[in-house]
Antibody, heavy 119, light 107 residues
Framework: EVQLVESGGGLVQPGRSLKLSCAAS????????MAWVRQAPKKGLEWVAT????????YYPDSVKGRFTISRDNAKSSLYLQMNSLKSEDTATYYC????????????WGQGTLVTVSS | DIQMTQSPASLSASLEEIVTITCQAS??????LSWYQQKPGKSPQLLIY???SLADGVPSRFSGSRSGTQYSLKISRLQVEDIGIYYC?????????FGGGTKLELK
């Protein structure tokens, strides 16, 4: 059974950093693109980052480019999101998702971890 | 960036009714369109990928179609468990973009 379990969320002050983790199991992690998608409270879904199978290619929207870094450890079947210079608008539930093909769609999602940026 | 304009924003329908939700892409995205259902307090669930392919385990009353740059999700006979928020996603080019969502309620 495919499982994605996020961790690392919490309350953080503006301007500070936080690192999210996603532990994957039930599939060969190294064979799949992975992504982070977030959802602000009562708002819609927003794509945050995608990483290729080897980690050599990463993609970000302008809203987080230069502040967020997606990475992976295939030996540990783990995905990460390093978030720096956090802003109040980064407050959201962050989901880890498994991409199919080159992340053309997301068939599996984690349960999400809540990040709250507030002083 | 490719914009995905989803409509309607909200929809109230009766049981057994046919429901259609649409997403209009701002440019050609081929078949790189997927649909997701999200129930309150839950993670999104994949319904349709490749614009028209039904995801594993999804009831056959769900279907997807494409006409040019307009994509549609159809629920042939609305059931209670179909209540939730629906999103489309384009993955043709970065940045991947979601539609604004359609909140589906029972009349």
């Amino acid at each position: 059974e495919v499982q994605l379990v996020e961790s690392g969320g919490g309350l953080v002050q503006p301007g500070r950093s936080l690192k999210l983790s996603c532990a994957a199991s039930g599939f060969t992690f190294s064979n799949y693109y992975m992504a982070w998608v977030r959802q602000a409270p009562k708002k819609g879904l927003e794509w945050v980052a995608t990483i290729s199978t080897s980690g050599s290619r990463t993609y970000y929207p302008d809203s987080v480019k230069g502040r967020f870094t997606i990475s992976r450890d295939n030996a540990k079947s783990s995905l990460y999101l390093q978030m720096n210079s956090l802003k109040s608008e980064d407050t959201a539930t962050y989901y880890c998702a498994r991409g199919e093909g080159t992340a053309n769609w997301f068939a599996y999602w984690g349960q999400g971890t809540l990040v709250t940026v507030s002083s | 960036d490719i914009q995905m304009t989803q409509s309607p924003a909200s929809l109230s329908a009766s049981l057994e009714e046919i429901v259609t939700i649409t997403c209009q892409a701002s440019q050609d995205i081929g078949n790189w369109l997927s649909w997701y259902q999200q129930k309150p307090g839950k993670s999104p669930q994949l319904l349709i990928y490749g614009a028209t392919s039904l995801a594993d385990g999804v009831p056959s009353r769900f279907s997807g179609s494409r006409s040019g740059t307009q994509y549609s999700l159809k629920i042939s006979r609305l059931q209670v468990e179909d209540i939730g928020i629906y999103y489309c996603l384009q993955a043709y080019s970065a940045p991947w973009t979601f539609g604004g969502g359609t909140k589906l309620e029972l009349k």
